[in-house]
Every structure is written in C-alpha cells, then in structure tokens.
C-alpha cells in the first residue's frame, strides 16, 4: 500500500475516532533530547527505572496490558477519581509485585517529555505505543482552585485543567 | 516517511489568562523566610571559603536531581484549596451522577515527598545558597547577592536587579529587560534560527545597527559572558526542563522563590527548547502561573541565564 493511502485511513480513523493517531514527529537532528535512551531501564515485569530521577514507572498506562503496552483502553478518571484509583490498586496487590505505586506529582510527571518529539512527546521505545493522552499530576493548581496539574503528551506541556474532566494515569514509585 | 500534522493545533491560550491580574486565592502565600535545612541531609558549608561547595544531597538513598514541588498543602474536590494537606470531597458540588468513595487525600502532592514536612514555610522543598559578585558563598541572610546555587540541580541561576518598569539603564542583568528568541546552534534550535530583534531597544546596551548589542537571548548571554558574572563565563540559556526546576507550584504570582529570585516579573521566560513541529516557536515558562507554553520566537520576552556547577 503506498504512504499516501496509508496516511489517507489513519486520517480518516482520526476524524472518525477523535483519538490522535497522527505519527510521531521527531526532530532528531535539530532539537536535543530529554529523555536520552540510556537513562532508563526496561524490565520484564513491565516497569521502567529512570537512573536520573530514582524513580520506577509502569511502562503502560493504567488500563493497558501487554508486553508492548498494546492491549486494552487506557483508564480515563477525573482527578478524585485518579487520587483513589491508587490505593486499591495497591490493596488489591499492586502492580508487578509492589504495593507502593503512587500519582506522580507535576515534576514528576514532566520528566517523562520527550521534548524533540511531539504526538507523542515521549520515548516511544522506552514507553512502547504511549498515546498523546493527558496525564493527570498529583499536584492541585494554586490559581485556579478548581484546577489539578496535568501533563499534555501531544506536545509535552505541563499545564492545569478543571479536576472534574477525565484524563489517563501512569503509576509511578520510589525505589527504596 | 509519511508525517501527518495533527489535527487538534494547539493554541496558546496564554496571553488570555495573564491577562488576569488579580490574585484571588483561597490559600495564602507562604511567608518566605529563610529556613535553616532539616538534620537529614543539612549541606555543609564553610562560609569562610571563596570557593562554593557542592554538597551531595542525602535527602534520599539514590542521588536525586529532581526538587519537590513546594506544594504543602491539599484540593479538595471539586474545587478549592486548604491551608493544610487536608482533603474533603465536597458532595454537593460534585457532578450529577459523579461520586466519590476512599481517601483523596493519601496521593495526593503535599502527603508525598520531603516537602510534606515543610509546614508553613515552601522553602523546604528547596536548596538555595546565594552567592556573591565573584562567585562566592554568601549567608542565607545575605541581603546583596548576584546569583543562586541550587544544591539538588547542581544549577547555579542568574538573579535579576532594578524590577522598575525600565528597560536596563546599564545593568545587564536588569529584570524588565526582554529579548527575543534567537539560537544560532542548528543541533539544537529546531531547524530555524529565530529572530534576532534588531529594531526593539528592550535591554540594556541596545546599539541600532550594532548586533552584538540586540535584544536576543542568545546575544545577552554572549554580553553576560563577556562581562563575566558570579566569578563564572559559561552561563547559557536553560533548557525547559532546567527551568521548570526553578518553579514553586505551592504559590503563584510569582511561582519562584522569592526571598532568592527577587524581582522575578510575573510573566514568561524563556527556555532554549524548540517545540517540536513548530519551527516559529520555543518553550518559555511563565513565573506568574508555573506552566509552561510554546511562543513565537519573535515575541519578547524576559530570560535567566544558567550555568553547571562544576564541581571542584
């Protein structure tokens, strides 16, 4: 099939589902990296370690299974509905064999940008088919007292929106 | 390879919300005043020395890099912030058809990380040692200081001087000075140099016709280094990451420590972070609000310079 039909159905699939299946854009030569290869490892168990935040994350989203993180639907929840998400997925057994997941705070979360990338501004062979979903922190937003921090993966933005909107969840821990 | 532009185009939806100017907060800001560091991991400096020392953080087991937040108190849900790190779901308010079972409280920000011991005072959450003209370590009560060493980055920042609504008036490192985004570097300025601003005389030393004179971010880091400042000449432009480091999201207005970065506008600085697909763009980050946004490169804008602490 040529590029051009190709790019033709996964238009026409992005009108029709509303989800961003726009190809991510690198700009490999031009901007520098942010989230360099080597600074994370893989593991079997389905989680990832960053050596330069000491921080361990499940590969996929929250509702995403698979070796490559191609299986199921993303969970999407409002921010209340994130904040208790976590501690009965760590009651009911956790993840990979940890019961101390948590929501990552906005800093956190922002260390994962891939910033030459965008749809998604991720490592894509780190966190292997990450959607461009918003994110939601755990931190609230001072300003806006109805607003909780969020991080936008089209494009990498850490930014704010209103706690009642529904937004996806990547679980993260500390590595004692 | 075929690359298809995304349909949602993102919009910077920011000069809308700094537009508004009045602070309305149901939480009051933190007063700034200078904490001496907690036992656990208190950096050991010899005020005497000339020399600034690195002192490894052991706030952790593994060498972390990473600030907390500066958020040391909760949301409630739906809406609303509380002085404490407490948190109520407000059941009256919430949409039709939402409810809410189990703790909102235990995930959240403020009960996570070291800053959750910080109490009243946000600066906690931060290692900040000001430092002298020649690159000298200062007392935390210093009242005179040319730049700030945060102990956690290994970031050593630019402090601004003279926020009087007047463009630089021979200070170079004048807070109300604003540049344009200009990146001569092709590795690293997304295909496109900018817009070296040769007719806005917005910053201090401005000469028409004179280059080396503009207000652009990459011209006054090259007049800083020239001049010198902190006992250092490598100072550059941040990243966004690095400079994101620098924002308080427990205060607003300004999101920075402003008992260390004085006189900080409450508008965008810029990083030196192209937006990916957006060759007339760079990612700037607003000290008003903490977030961060792409902007034309032609807009003005203010800056601070940083540089590696290089390690004795």
């Known amino acids: 099939m040529s590029t051009k039909s190709n790019s033709l159905v996964l238009l026409l699939l992005s009108l029709l589902s509303g989800f961003a299946l726009a190809e991510q854009n690198c700009q490999t030569d031009t901007i520098a990296a942010s989230t360099p290869l080597e600074r994370f490892k893989q593991s079997e168990d389905g989680t990832v370690v960053d050596a330069d935040t000491g921080l361990m994350w499940r590969e996929c989203l929250e509702g995403v299974t698979g070796a490559s993180c191609d299986e199921g639907e993303p969970v999407a929840l409002t921010w209340a509905g994130a904040l208790t998400y976590v501690p009965t997925l760590n009651a009911n057994g956790g993840f990979a064999g940890y019961s101390d997941w948590r929501l990552p705070n906005i800093r956190e979360l922002s260390t994962l940008v891939e910033l030459q990338c965008s749809n998604p501004a991720m490592n894509v062979v780190v966190f292997e088919n990450a959607p461009s979903t918003h994110v939601w922190a755990s931190s609230p937003y001072h300003f806006y007292t109805h607003y909780s921090w969020y991080v936008d993966f089209s494009n990498g933005a850490a930014t704010y929106d209103e706690r009642i909107v529904s937004k996806t969840l990547r679980l993260v821990r500390d590595i004692k | ?312």
């Open chain 2, 1 to 312: 390879m075929c690359v298809i532009k995304t349909l949602k185009i993102r919009v910077a939806l920011v000069s809308v919300i700094t537009c508004l100017g009045l602070a309305f907060s149901g939480c009051s800001k933190h007063e700034a005043t200078v904490a001496e560091v907690g036992e656990d991991g208190a950096p050991q400096t010899d005020s005497t020395s000339t020399m600034v020392p690195l002192t490894k953080v052991e706030r952790t087991k593994h060498s972390r890099k990473l600030n907390d937040t500066g958020i040391t108190w909760g949301g409630n849900y739906p809406k609303d912030i509380n002085y404490e790190c407490t948190a109520l779901v407000n059941v009256d308010q919430l949409p039709d058809g939402e409810t809410v079972t189990g703790d909102i409280l235990a995930q959240q920000d403020c009960a996570n990380g070291w800053d959750k011991t910080a109490g009243e005072n946000g600066l906690a959450a931060y290692l900040y040692k000001k430092i002298g003209t020649k690159g000298e370590l200062l007392a935390d009560d210093a009242s005179s200081w040319s730049c700030v060493l945060d102990e956690v980055t290994g970031l050593v920042w630019e402090v601004k001087q003279d926020a009087d609504g007047e463009y630089g008036k021979g200070v170079l490192n004048d807070a109300d000075d604003l540049f344009m985004w200009y990146n001569s570097n092709i590795y690293n300025n997304g295909g496109a140099i900018g817009n070296w601003n040769s007719q806005f005389d917005q910053c201090a030393g401005y000469e028409a016709g004179k280059p080396t004179t503009y207000c652009n971010i990459e011209q006054f880091a090259a007049r800083v280094n020239e001049q010198g400042l902190c006992g250092a000449n490598d100072w550059r432009i941040p990243s966004r990451p690095e400079l994101e480091s620098l924002v308080n999201f427990g205060q607003t207005m300004p999101a920075i420590e402003n008992a260390y970065f004085r006189d900080t506008k409450n508008e965008f600085y810029w990083s030196n972070t192209p937006v990916a697909g957006f060759k007339g763009s760079a990612w700037a980050v607003s000290f008003q609000f903490g977030f961060s946004a792409p902007l034309p490169r032609d807009n003005s804008r203010h800056v601070r310079l940083v540089r590696s602490y290089v390690s004795q």
